[in-house]
């Protein structure tokens, strides 16, 4: 089970810090798969925002969170995180995580297996 924590309101300008938590065994067993960050704004499609390999030495990140947005992990806890800074109006949508099939990141949502419940995240002006 994947568990999305740390959203919540915040001006344009802020900074957030997004928490993925793996729970149970299912912790056990991300700590080899690639993990990504998808979004979904209001009646928007849910789209790639970051992604991370096993090791956490790999990372990608879609262009329009590029330089503000940063992924990490720690697999000790099983635990992924999403920094986002500079936050714009636009990042306003509910943010998943999900873990991949296979050791790498995609930015295709059809290679990520689990998925957490998600968490919402508004930027107001």
């Known amino acids: 089970q994947l568990v999305e924590s740390g959203g919540g309101l915040v001006q344009a300008g802020g900074s957030l810090r997004l928490s993925c938590a793996a729970s149970?065994?299912?912790?056990?067993?991300?700590?080899?798969?690639?993990m990504g960050w998808f979004r979904q704004g209001l009646e928007k499609e849910r789209e790639f925002v970051a992604g991370?390999?096993?090791?956490?030495?790999?990372?990608n990140y879609a262009d329009s969170v590029k330089g503000r947005f940063t992924i990490s992990r720690d697999r000790a806890t099983n635990t992924v995180y999403l920094q986002m800074t500079s936050l714009k109006l636009e990042d306003t949508a509910v943010y998943y995580c999900?873990?991949?099939?296979?050791?790498?990141?995609?930015?295709?949502?059809?290679?990520?297996?689990?998925w957490g419940q998600g968490t919402q995240v508004t930027v107001s002006s």
């Open positions: 999900a873990a991949a099939r296979r050791a790498y990141s995609a930015t295709s949502a059809g290679e990520y297996t689990s």
């Open positions: 149970g065994r299912y912790g056990r067993t991300i700590s080899n798969n690639g």
């Open positions: 991370i390999n096993w090791n956490g030495g790999d990372r």
